[in-house]
């Protein structure tokens, strides 16, 4: 054991096969059993920076520049031999997808206890009595037969401690941890991060924290790196970071979970009271878009039972719920995708019919379908032009000159360079393509747009922006929103109304300020409190108010 | 166990109901094709009494629908009709033609798995290595080129310039063991290397596949050696592609060796099949057609058997 | 798409690219010019081709290049009439076979549902026979004129290409931007060609070169069975079977178009894979 950071990385540049930087100029040292949170947008470099830490590279990248240091070894200098033998012993890793990171064809315990034992560690017997002593730690159940099972045999949330007790299996002196919360639910996650946190502190590990989440980072980490396109923004200790952040982004990140938006005033519930305020008081204004007991199955499943809710002209109406709560269901019965559903949709007063090729292409136009995935949305063979102009073409039979003038127009709309109509969606970035996504659904000039969690695969920075161009169209146009997301914050931002769904169910409808205030459904308390907040000690202020049953 | 064996009953199944929807097919093509039958078979010259005979012997007066009943009855009775060339009947000639056929089949079944196992997954220890780009490069060969091609050129080198074996695979009824496999190289070899091609590409396209997957990764960044890698985590789950892939050459093989049996004059099924459909032969035709036809779907049927048994996720309820 | 790499730190950069050295040997020149002794063969071959004018088996010397065959005719002019024949017939026969197993395979992935099964249920069945059994069944009924020879392996073989398009569309199909066409209410037949079919035609190009080299293969093993092209039209697989009895005599003569067939199999498969890899270049 050398004295000094047990991991000092300084100037590390990876690029790819083609060229092109995928991190650059990156240093950081970490200190033996501190915690360093890596922060960013998917593409940001940080899974490539945790890679790195093990010496490894994925798919055609290289290391083109920089020194990685491990406990006094210069990482990479060493043999394959060398870097084998500090994999799994010195250094570990625990992966995103535990369900991706585990062999189906093994046991769970035969996984776990493979490395120590390979490793000369220790016996085979002792191995498992280790693993199932860890297995007791994590709070996972049966911790004696857990073992035996296979990964597809038991849940996320478990198979996630399954894999953070392989990690720990050789004692490492550092874990690099990659985004091990972000598949889980809001609820899940508070017990893995809690174990998680409670397991490194235990043994004196150092841990390399990843994630997008500032909030879940927060709870866990000691100082914080914040990356953005593979570059270095800000660095230092974690509460430094949430009190005064210094830069542009680091101030985004923080304002997304507390809800402040950027250019304008704070969005508290003062704000959202204000806005249903400025509705016209008159008794419910004629529903645009009305449902009535809707119902979806699949096979012996019931993904969603009896959702009613009215939708009114240039009103937000959020759906929430947690995967698997029912409202991609929801979302796509509305737009005709899921035709067997029972229950009654109606646009204008007219009822549609359940399936979307018995709609005509009236009520098809009226009602627009923008998705979460900008990337799977457009067609990648065409350009933006025709991709934007198409519904002008097929549903008002714009030609020529017309129809190029509509698609500028669009394009100026949502704030695009007209120049881009004659660009494939491939050489766009993420925000770009999704804002061209809602540029092709207002080619159609609809009434109602949902929303499939548009922003969810977004940079904080350009999720906002999207926001903004969003209610910036609804004042302008009268557009109305059925908003599906999973992000409390983000209802709060833009929702007039919101409707909380569970496990299929509707358990609370009504105006945002109030369903957040009033938190009648024991869910919707549940929801809230399990909001990560910007705080240090939020974490254990929640587990223990869990734990005390008055609270309940 | 109760959702493998519904599985693997309702695969069984579906292969009986294609055995005999393809019976029926080979049966009625001749019936669906347009035109005279018989005028067709015997050509424009035919005399009324020729056209009449084989109207009779084919019983081509009857619906359709009994004579395939009869001829179905027939055949599971292990009577297949008498061929229109010889009138001797169609099983004592196609038996001991298609007992040989098997025989060589399998022959080169047992040397080419083997073969292919082995060099599939040292290729795919080293993706990129010497020997997986010499394999790669041999089979890219031995793909593109005719079975006859091989049959020929192994002929011009072993048998006509060095005199070790037999050109023409002569089997009588007084050889020797040793005699016979003599006869049989030359075909067997060329048999092997036409299927080993297919099955090592696919095998070492199989094993890259799983070796793609994210566990590997995990097992590599756990600091395993990769031959533990390649041995412990990828093979189980290569295990069902890679019987899929053995399945399908071994179809390989039944095509490729009516070729084979051509080129080394061999008297196996396939010999047989195209001399009767050179003399327009029906009986014998369609026999010889259904026997072949089976043999595909029952390896078929036992690929798909097997990769459901293999599969781990139906393991442990 | 990242494979796991090994666990080296950096991985070999990609070598230079020498042009000239690729070209050569991605197949295209040597598809080329047997399609151009294919194109240009009356006009190109110096002898009739069913001309005699030697004895048999001539060696090879000034006026036979590749000496004669066993009937005594000029093996090099026979080599390139049988170019052109072969290659029509596979052409022809790879062309029908794509046309309809394409349409059919996007259609029934587009469609879905019972249409979707119900299809690909008696493709299944056609593909549980050999390509060579079905064809030796069919042929000695039909017997072997060009048109039946066209269509039965036409036919046969759209089923194979039909699996592979299926497959492909089906790929395509899951992705949002055609579930955006539909709930635009675009109809079928847009969904097909302004859709599907621009993302598809990377995998179809590649499928159709491969599809093109087993059929051509199968030809040539039916005319060398004595059931495909008939003499004295000139074709490589007939070619092999008239010379093949030279081969105890110790001369090559069924080795020249035994060669050539594969010598343009192989071509077409090196194109095939070089385009795939360019392909897969970012």
């Known amino acids: 054991m050398t004295a000094g950071p047990l991991l000092s990385i300084e100037g590390l540049c990876v690029h790819s096969a083609t060229g092109v930087a995928i991190v650059e100029a990156i ?17 940001a470099g940080k899974s490539t920076i945790g890679l790195a830490a093990l010496g490894h590279v994925r798919g055609d990248c290289r290391i083109t520049a920089g020194r990685i240091v491990l406990d006094g ?9 060398g870097l084998r033998r500090l994999r799994g012993r010195r250094v570990a890793y625990v992966a995103q997808s535990a369900a991706a990171a585990f062999n189906p064809a093994l046991r769970l315990i035969d996984q776990i206890c493979e490395g120590p034992v390979r490793h000369g560690l220790m016996s085979r017997r002792e191995a498992e009595a280790r693993t199932i002593d860890n297995f007791r730690v994590l709070g996972l159940p049966d911790p004696a037969h857990f073992g035996r099972r296979y990964a597809h045999q038991v849940s996320g949330g478990q198979l996630q401690r399954a894999m953070a007790v392989m990690a720990m299996s050789c004692g490492p002196d550092l874990l690099v941890l990659d985004e091990p919360t972000t598949a889980l639910d809001v609820t899940t996650q508070i017990d893995v991060l809690a174990h998680l946190k409670e397991l490194i502190a235990g043994a004196g590990t150092a841990a390399l924290y990843i994630s997008h989440d500032l909030a879940v980072v927060a709870q866990i980490a000691d100082r914080l790196l914040v990356l953005r396109h593979g570059r270095l923004v800000e660095t230092g200790p974690t509460e430094e970071i949430l009190a005064r952040p210094q830069t542009a982004y680091a101030r985004a990140l923080v304002a997304e979970r507390t809800g402040v938006a950027l250019a ?20 419910v204004p004629a529903a645009i ?18 959702a009613s809710f009215a939708l009114a002209p240039g009103e937000t109406l959020a759906v929430i719920g947690e995967s698997g709560s029912g409202k991609t269901s929801l979302a796509y019965a509305v737009c005709g995708l899921v035709p067997g559903h029972a229950g009654r949709v109606s646009l204008g007063g007219t009822p549609l019919a359940p399936g979307y090729a018995d709609r005509n292409r009236e009520q098809l136009r009226r009602l627009q379908l923008v998705f979460q995935l900008p990337d799977v949305a457009l067609n990648p063979r065409q350009r933006i032009g025709s991709l934007v102009g198409r519904p002008a073409q097929f549903y008002f039979g714009m030609r020529g000159a017309a129809l190029a003038q509509r698609v500028a127009e669009l394009l100026g709309l949502v704030g695009l360079d007209p120049a881009l109509a004659a660009r494939r969606p491939g050489e766009l970035s993420g925000g770009q393509k999704q804002r061209v996504c809602i540029a092709r659904a207002l080619a159609a000039e609809p009434d109602v747009l949902v929303c499939d969690e548009v922003t969810a695969a977004l940079d904080p920075l350009i999720a906002e922006q999207i926001l903004q161009l969003q209610r910036r169209l609804q004042e302008q146009l009268g557009l109305a929103y059925l908003f599906i997301t999973h992000d409390l914050a983000t209802v709060r931002r833009i929702a007039h109304r919101v409707l909380v769904l569970w496990r299929g169910r509707v358990v609370a409808l009504g105006p945002t300020g109030h369903v957040l205030r009033e938190r009648e459904h024991p869910y919707v308390r549940q929801l809230c409190a399990s909001e990560p907040k910007m705080r240090r000690g939020w974490l254990e202020e929640t587990l223990a108010r869990r734990a005390d049953p008055s609270t309940v | 166990m109760a959702g493998v064996t519904r599985l693997i009953a309702a695969r069984v199944g579906m292969g009986l109901v294609t055995l005999v929807v393809i019976s029926a097919l080979l049966f009625f093509a001749t019936d669906l094709l347009p ?17 009449a005979t084989i109207r009779a012997t ?124 003599g006869a049989v190289t030359l075909p067997v070899i060329t048999l092997v290397l036409v299927v080993l091609a297919h099955m090592l590409r696919m095998t070492r396209a199989a094993l890259l596949s799983v070796m793609a997957a994210p566990y590997i990764e995990t097992a590599l960044l756990k600091g395993l050696r990769r031959r533990t890698v390649v041995l412990r985590h990828a093979l189980p789950n290569a295990a069902a592609p890679i019987i899929a892939v053995i399945a399908l050459n071994l179809g390989y093989l039944v095509v490729g060796v009516v070729v084979v049996e051509v080129v080394f004059v061999y008297p196996g099924a396939g010999q047989l099949m195209v001399d009767a459909v050179g003399k327009r032969d029906l009986p014998l035709v369609q026999a010889c057609g259904l026997a072949f036809a089976t043999t595909y779907v029952i390896l078929n049927l036992i690929a798909d058997v097997v990769a459901i048994l293999v599969n781990p996720r139906l393991r442990a309820a | 798409m990242s494979a796991a790499r090994g666990p080296s730190p950096e991985s070999r950069p990609s070598g230079a690219s020498r042009g000239w050295l690729r070209f050569a040997a991605s197949g295209a020149p040597l598809v080329a010019l047997i399609l151009a002794a294919a194109a240009l063969a009356p006009w190109v071959a110096p002898y009739g081709e069913a001309q005699f004018v030697g004895g048999v088996w001539d060696p090879p010397n000034l006026q036979h290049w590749l000496g004669t065959d066993n009937l005594g005719r000029d093996m090099f002019t026979r080599l390139l009439f049988g170019a052109r024949n072969t290659v029509t017939l596979a052409a022809l026969a790879t062309v029908l076979a794509f046309g309809l197993g ?61 699996t592979i398009a299926r497959a492909v569309a089906r790929g395509i199909v899951v992705r949002e931007f055609v579930a955006a066409a539909r709930l635009r209410g675009e109809g079928l037949a847009w969904v097909l060609v302004r859709e599907i079919l621009p993302n598809a035609l990377a995998p179809l190009a590649a499928e159709g070169g491969l599809r093109f080299s087993f059929i051509f293969l199968f030809v040539a093993s039916l005319s060398f069975l004595g059931l495909g092209i008939q003499p004295p039209a000139a074709d490589w697989g007939s070619m092999v079977r008239e010379n093949a009895q030279a081969i105890n005599f110790g001369l090559a003569a069924p080795l020249y178009p035994a060669t050539a067939i594969a010598l343009l199999t192989i071509g077409v498969n090196r194109l095939v894979d070089h385009y795939l890899a360019a392909e897969a270049r970012p």
């Open chain 2, 58 to 181: 084919l019983s081509l007066g009857d619906p359709a629908g009994m004579r395939y009943v009869h001829w179905l009855v027939g055949v599971l009775h292990g009577d297949f009709g008498r061929s229109l060339a010889t009138g001797r009947s169609v099983v004592t000639v196609l038996l001991p033609r298609f007992a040989n056929t098997l025989a060589l089949a399998g022959l080169a079944a047992l040397v080419s798995v083997p073969l292919a196992l082995g060099l599939g997954l040292a290729a795919a220890m080293r993706p990129g290595g010497r020997l997986d780009r010499l394999v790669s490069t041999l089979c890219l060969v031995t793909i593109s080129v005719p079975e006859f091609f091989i049959g020929y050129l192994l002929i011009l080198i072993f048998s006509v310039q060095l005199g070790w074996l037999p050109s023409l695979a002569v089997l009588s009824g007084g050889m020797s063991f040793v005699q016979r496999l």
């Open chain 2, 35 to 51: 035109g005279d039958v018989a005028a067709a078979l015997l050509g424009p010259q035919a005399t009324p009494e020729a056209l």
């Open chain 1, 264 to 283: 304008q005033p704070a969005q508290t519930d003062a704000a959202s009271a204000s806005r249903e305020a400025s509705r016209p008081a008159t008794a």
């Open chain 3, 102 to 162: 394409v349409t059919l395979g996007f259609c029934a992935a587009a469609v879905g549902g019972w249409v979707d099964a119900l299809v690909s249920r008696a493709i299944e069945i056609l593909l549980s026979v050999p390509v060579l059994i079905s064809a030796l069944m069919v042929l000695s009924v039909l017997g072997n004129s060009l048109p039946v020879l066209i269509a039965t392996i036409g036919l046969l073989e759209s089923t194979r290409v039909y």
């Open chain 1, 73 to 81: 070894m210069d990482l990479r200098l060493q043999s394959t031999e």
């Open chain 1, 289 to 306: 878009l009305d449902v009535q007991g809707l119902a979806v199955r699949y096979g012996r499943q019931d993904a969603l039972s009896d």
């Open chain 1, 27 to 43: 240093s950081l040292e970490l200190a033996r059993g501190e915690v360093l949170g890596l922060i960013g947008e998917s593409g």
